[in-house]
Structures are given as structure tokens and as C-alpha cells.
């Protein structure tokens, strides 16, 4: 490769746009102004989410999944954000925007008791009435017949009641350990018991090895798919479980615990074995939130606050079951075609014959992977050839999830168990998959893996594969670099781009980044590559406030951003700074958000976009415009702190011109024309839904990219390119659209 593309990387010249002047940028505006909120940012994507649930155009089972996601979403966010709050709320600490850590504990929760409130009516007003009549009922013990009361009474007995383990608190049957989102129930007794005792509060645990969701016999269901719930099962024979007492009240109850791990780097000796100690705990970790039932008496719900030292605001009353994530057991097992998205076919990015060689292929040009309407399985393909192939010697990856069954990771054993020189970077602290990723290490090092857990006090999140191979007596470079999981599953419904790429430098450097991890000696220069925490930061900024200098000189500058969260304030600070020099900015932001867009002498040339849909949006993409150099690089990072500063991240260029120009028509220019699942993000913080105008067509950039590279029904695959006239429409070759861009007076 010529030094061509390197002499257009971007220097900033001294004109007073240097980092001092990023600073000053805002510096006329109250914090409170020129910032968002980052956790009630994140509960707002949550809302829009949620608002899938309540479009009615969307599959009545698909409007379900949103609800199971909106609730696990919500887990998370108590697991780590709310808990991080508390911890810091003990600490008698102050909050980044200076307000008091309890009014912001208090403001954070209002919002998500009203999300949860909206929650649960969708379910109830909406979702399930909707599908009962479309032949799938979830029957409460008041809705059952008495043939199917009698099979539950059976089923009952049989299969639940020998697993439950009633426990009466007195002193020698203390409260017992609830662990994180489990299923409970407290029940409220009066009379004596066998010993003449008049204990009043027993804990009844659901075992986690029990289904949460009942389908009853076709015989008993009629015309309907008919299903039963196990915490109403339980409720329905509650009593039974203490005879010769009277149950006056009972409720279920579900705990939230922190979870976030914390592991100390200065004891530690072995991470893969304090992980697996520190996992343990994570069961019980401090209490954030407790679930309840509506109808909860409230000496009961007292009593479980009390028990798990919590105030009144982290208590939630809904109307429902305790876990609606458990209710992905009821989609699961409903096979309605009607009531589901219509199925999807990924094209292949590349069609290997029998005996071909994904190697010569590489070599002929870079390859760009666009998942989830490109398969998945290229990239399995590339690492089962390097695997099998006798000409590789050496086998390079990174893993942050890979989940339970991957042929990929199984390839990598196969290559370690036949001598190939395999190095795996395993993150084990990637959040929820920490006891897979140990699994997967243990195994790889049972066949001769070398494998590495990242470096302490910072995640591996790049994602990376290196395969290096002998021809012709000389070693050769094929990489795949990502902005997504190597995970087969997630691949199906995530977002993401990948390169496979034969550039030799390119090649190069990412060893360079294995050999930094392995070795934890300081990286070397990288021409091709942004490598965090070293370098991400520092290019992303120069590159804005290139762009900045660009519009200072009077000459067009844009810059299109497509990511997961916009958190850093620095960054954020540089496009504000590149905004009142005149540069147009589109962010394509799907979460968090602290950034204000359109306001007067400070953002009124940005605009933020979200777009939610049948797919996770997960693609990470930096466009500068860098007068016509066009300059695109594809991450695995956020803007957000973490990502920039304690995380191994990886930002990588797409050089090819033409794979450029698909990069700007599938990952950018599609999604600046939704007007179907496109939310705007307006100055104060709300999200506004963006809606065809006037005459306007009703324009869904997913199921734009599903008909552009989906397989075609005779089993023919589309070709690479995407040719939509009314996207290229007065675009110039390679540059992204402006014409869904308002004027800046309607952006203020």
C-alpha cells in the first residue's frame, strides 16, 4: 500500500482550533445545558423500545420479545448502573453534574416506575388479550377450567410441590439467602404450628431448575395453544404447603442484586480462578430493587424492604409476573407463523465451492461481511480452512462472547489439538458471559491453546482474528477485523460489519496488537489501526477538529457517526466545537446519549438519531468527509469513557473505494432516511418519532437492507451493492446524502 492514504490522515493546523479551544467550546453554557443525563438517556432508549411493544403493525409475538427485552434491559440497568449509584450513595459521594446523589436516585427511579407502570399495561391491555384471541392463552388460576385445575393439581404434586422447600422464619430458620432475580414468595400464616408455635412469615423459593412457563395438554386446550404460568401454579396451591395453618396474604417477590463483578489486581494470582470465587457472590450482592405483586399487603412488602435494607423508591408493585424476561419460554414454544417477523434468508458475502481456497479469494481484494443481512457463516468458514489448512501455522483471535455451541471456537480447538500455534486474548469479565468464556478457556488450554485473559484493570473488547499462513517460503497476513461479537447467534440479529482483508501492513499491525496483549509491552506506532486506550481517543478527536478546520477555511465538512452510546464529554466537547465552526454533523446514536443537539450557538449543526427495529443495532462507523478523502473506519468502540480510555478497543479504515462506498449506502445513508424507525433526539432530552412528511414514502432502512441482500427465493444470493436512486439522489460519488437534512433554523 502507497503512503497516499497515510499522508490524508489528519494534522490540525495551528489556527486556534487545537485541544484548548475543544475545552472552550461550551464553555459559555451552564453544565446542565450542554449535557444529557446519562441514566435517564438510557431509560429512554428503554422507552423506545418499549414503544415496539405498542406498535400495533408489529407481530403481536414479536411485541411480546420487546417487552421480555424492555424488562431485561431494566435488569441490567439496576444490576449495574442503579447499583453503581447506591454504592456511590454509601460513599456519601456527589454525582459528575454536582446535584445530590439522592435526588438523582429519586429522579432515575419515578422514571422507572412510570416505564415499568407503562409496561405492564401493554402486556395486560394489549399484548395478551390480543393473543388469546389469536388461539394462545396464558390462563390465570380464575380463567381455568375444572379439567385443566385438576391437571394442574397433578402437576402440582408431581412435579413441583417435592422441589419446594417452605421455610417458617423463626430463630433457628433465619430469613433465608435470596439469590439475584430469582422467583419467591412470603406468605403471612396465623395458628399454631406442630410445636404449639405462632410464627407468622414463611419464605417459599421457586427452584431455578423449574419451568416458568406450563403449556397444558391439547386435550384440555381446545382450539387454543393454551399456557400456565409457574408462579400462578404455586399461588393456586400455596396453602397446601402448610397445613393446619391459615394463609391470610401471600405475594411473590423478586430481588435485583448488583452484579457487577469487582475483582482487586493487586492479589490476584490466578483471574480465571478469582472470577470463578467472585461469580459465586454475584448471586448475592447488595440489594437495588425489589418486585412485588399489586396486591402485596403492605406489612409484607415492609417486611422484605426492611429484610433487604432498601428505601420505598427501589419497591415496585406490578401487575403481573415478578420476571416478564421468563416469558420468552411462552414465545419460544408458540409456533404461529402469522404472529412472528416473516422469516429471513442472509445472503453469502462469498460463494466457496467444493475444494476453493478462502485464501485466494481474500487475496483477490478485501472482503466486507454486513450482518445480519450478510451471513455469519463467512467468517465461521474463514477459521475452519485455517484450521484444516496444513499451510497455516499460526492462529490469532480474540474472544469477548462466543456463546454456549460455536463452531467457530470448536475450530480453534480442532487447529490447537493438531499442532497449530493457536493464541486466544479470552475476556472473562465480559459482563453475563463470564462463566461460558471460562468454559471455553478451559477447553482451548486442554489442546495446547495459548490463552491470554486480556490485561488486568482494562477489557478486551476488540475484536480480532489473525491467521498467518506459509507461501511461497515467506509468511503471509489474512485478518478479519469487527465491530461485533464472534457469536453466531447475536450475529443473526445484531448489526455489524466485518473485514476480511489480505493488506499485508493492515496484517501486520494486527499482530502487533496480539503480540501487545500477550506481551503487555507498549504497542508500536500504528500507521493503519486506532488502537484504545493509547491512540482511539486522540485520532477521533483530531479527526473532528480536521473537520472543523476544514469549515474554518470555508470549504464543505461533514462527519457521520454510527454507535452504541455517545458518553465522553471530551468527545463530545470536539463536536461541539466542529458544530460552531460550521460542520455538518449526523449522529446515529441507538442508546445513551449525553450529547444536546440543535441548540442555538452551540449544536445547531448536529442532529441525533436513534433507530430501533427487528434488528439490535450494534454497527459502530466513523465517516469524515476530510475534503473528499472520505476517510471510514469501522470499531468495536463507543464514544463513551470506558471504551476510549479502559478498554482495548480496535478502530480500523476500509481503504477499497467501492467497499467505502457500501460502507456509506448500507451502514450510514439508509438510516439518515428512516422515517419509520427513526427517533430524533430533541434539545431537551426527549425523543421525537420521525414520520414520513407530506407525500413522503414510508421508508424502513432494515427492511431496506433485508430486500438489498437478502437471498432471493429461487436461492440465488444478491450481489454486494446496494442501488437505491432515491438514497444516491444528489449524492456525490462516495458522499453521503444531505437532502433528509433540515434547514439549521428547523433544527433550533
Known amino acids: 500500500m502507497s503512503d497516499n492514504f497515510i499522508d490524508k490522515r489528519r494534522t490540525i493546523a495551528e ?64 444490576e449495574v448502573r442503579i447499583a453503581s449509584l447506591m454504592a456511590l450513595g454509601k460513599q456519601e459521594s456527589k454525582i459528575s453534574c454536582k446535584t445530590d446523589l439522592n435526588e438523582a436516585l429519586q429522579h432515575v427511579s419515578l422514571a422507572c416506575h412510570r416505564l415499568v407502570e407503562r409496561q405492564y399495561a401493554i402486556l395486560n391491555s394489549e399484548v395478551l388479550p390480543r393473543m388469546a384471541r389469536e388461539g394462545v392463552c396464558l390462563l390465570h388460576h380464575k380463567d381455568r377450567n375444572e379439567a385443566q385445575r385438576a391437571w394442574i393439581k397433578t402437576y402440582f404434586d408431581s412435579q413441583i410441590r417435592p422441589l419446594l422447600t417452605p421455610i417458617v422464619l423463626d430463630p ?111 448471586q448475592f450482592g447488595a440489594a437495588v430493587r425489589l418486585e412485588v405483586a399489586s396486591n402485596c399487603p403492605d406489612e409484607l412488602a415492609q417486611f422484605l424492604l426492611n429484610q433487604f435494607s432498601l428505601d420505598q423508591i427501589h419497591l415496585y408493585r406490578v401487575n403481573g409476573p415478578v420476571n416478564l424476561v421468563r416469558l420468552f419460554e411462552l414465545i419460544e414454544q408458540v409456533k404461529i407463523p402469522a404472529l412472528c417477523f ?3 434468508h442472509p445472503s453469502s458475502a462469498i460463494a466457496l465451492k467444493d475444494g476453493s481456497d478462502i485464501f485466494s479469494l481474500v487475496n483477490k481484494g478485501d472482503i466486507l461481511l454486513h450482518h445480519p443481512f450478510q451471513s455469519f457463516q463467512t467468517v465461521v468458514d474463514f477459521i ?39 493464541v486466544v486474548i479470552v475476556e472473562l469479565k465480559a459482563r453475563f458471559d463470564e462463566e461460558q468464556n471460562i468454559e471455553w478457556t478451559q477447553r482451548l488450554e486442554q489442546e495446547g491453546a495459548q490463552v491470554i485473559y486480556g490485561v488486568m484493570g482494562l477489557k478486551t473488547h476488540a475484536k480480532l482474528s489473525l491467521v498467518i499462513r506459509r507461501e511461497n517460503n515467506s509468511l503471509r497476513y489474512y485478518a478479519h477485523l469487527g465491530t461485533g461479537n464472534y457469536h453466531s447467534a447475536t450475529a443473526k440479529v445484531y448489526t455489524d460489519f466485518g473485514l476480511l482483508t489480505a493488506h499485508q501492513d493492515i496484517g501486520r499491525e494486527v499482530n502487533e496488537v496480539f503480540i501487545h496483549l500477550t506481551s503487555l509491552t507498549k504497542p508500536k506506532k500504528l500507521r493503519y489501526l ?83 427495529g427487528r434488528f439490535l443495532e450494534h454497527t459502530r462507523i466513523y465517516y469524515f468527509r476530510n475534503d473528499l478523502a472520505h476517510d471510514v473506519y469501522l470499531s468495536s468502540a463507543d464514544w463513551m469513557g470506558r471504551n476510549l480510555f479502559s478498554r482495548i478497543e480496535v478502530a480500523f479504515p476500509v481503504l477499497d473505494k467501492t467497499l467505502k462506498r457500501r460502507v456509506l449506502s448500507e451502514g450510514l445513508r439508509p438510516y439518515l432516511k428512516d422515517n419509520t424507525n427513526s427517533w430524533e433526539l430533541q434539545p431537551d432530552g426527549l425523543y421525537k418519532r420521525r414520520k414520513p412528511r407530506n407525500n413522503q414514502n414510508r421508508f424502513n432502512a432494515q427492511q431496506h437492507l433485508m430486500l438489498s441482500l437478502s437471498a432471493t427465493s429461487d436461492g440465488k444470493k444478491t450481489l454486494f451493492s446496494v442501488t437505491d436512486s432515491a438514497i444516491r439522489a444528489k449524492a456525490g460519488p462516495g458522499e453521503p446524502d444531505d437532502a433528509s437534512r433540515p434547514s439549521s433554523s428547523c433544527v433550533k
Request: glycine fraction near 4%.
Open 15 to 78: 489556527d486556534g482550533l487545537t485541544a484548548n479551544s475543544i475545552c472552550k467550546a461550551a464553555a459559555d453554557f451552564p453544565v446542565s445545558e450542554i449535557y444529557l443525563d446519562r441514566e435517564i438517556s438510557q431509560l429512554a432508549f428503554n422507552q423506545r423500545v418499549l414503544a415496539q411493544a405498542e406498535d400495533s403493525s408489529i407481530p403481536l409475538q414479536e411485541r411480546l420479545r420487546f417487552l421480555c427485552i424492555t424488562s431485561n434491559n431494566l435488569d441490567e440497568f439496576y
Open 172 to 282: 433457628a430458620h433465619p430469613f433465608p439467602q435470596v439469590a439475584n432475580k430469582s422467583l419467591n414468595f412470603i406468605v403471612s400464616l396465623v395458628g399454631k404450628d406442630a410445636f404449639g408455635r405462632r410464627s407468622s412469615i414463611a419464605i417459599v423459593r421457586a427452584p431455578r431448575v423449574l419451568p416458568r412457563v406450563i403449556r397444558l395438554p391439547k386435550e384440555l386446550s381446545g382450539n387454543t395453544q393454551a399456557f400456565c404460568l409457574l408462579s400462578s401454579i404455586i399461588q393456586a396451591h400455596i396453602a397446601e404447603l402448610f397445613p393446619q395453618r391459615d394463609v391470610i396474604a401471600f405475594s411473590q417477590f423478586r430481588l435485583t442484586r448488583d452484579s457487577d463483578l469487582w475483582v482487586g489486581e493487586g492479589e490476584v494470582k490466578d483471574l480465571r480462578q478469582a472470577l470463578k470465587i467472585e461469580l459465586k457472590n454475584r
Open 342 to 344: 416473516p422469516p429471513f
Open 384 to 422: 475452519h480452512h485455517a484450521a484444516h489448512d496444513p499451510d497455516v501455522v499460526v492462529i490469532k483471535h480474540s474472544v469477548y462472547r462466543a456463546g454456549m455451541a460455536s463452531d467457530l471456537m470448536e475450530s480453534l480447538i480442532y487447529a490447537a489439538r493438531h499442532g497449530k500455534e493457536v
Open 530 to 612: 486506532w488502537l484504545a486506550p493509547f491512540a482511539l481517543h486522540g485520532e477521533i478527536v483530531r479527526s473532528i477538529m480536521n473537520e472543523a478546520k476544514i469549515a474554518k477555511l470555508g470549504r464543505p465538512a461533514r462527519i457521520i457517526a454510527k454507535m452504541n452510546a455517545l458518553i465522553d464529554k471530551s468527545v463530545i466537547s470536539a463536536l461541539y466545537a466542529a458544530s460552531k465552526a460550521g460542520v455538518k454533523i449526523d449522529l446515529i446514536v441507538r442508546g445513551a446519549c449525553a450529547l444536546k443537539p440543535g441548540v442555538a450557538g452551540l449544536s445547531e449543526n448536529i442532529r441525533v438519531r436513534s433507530i430501533l
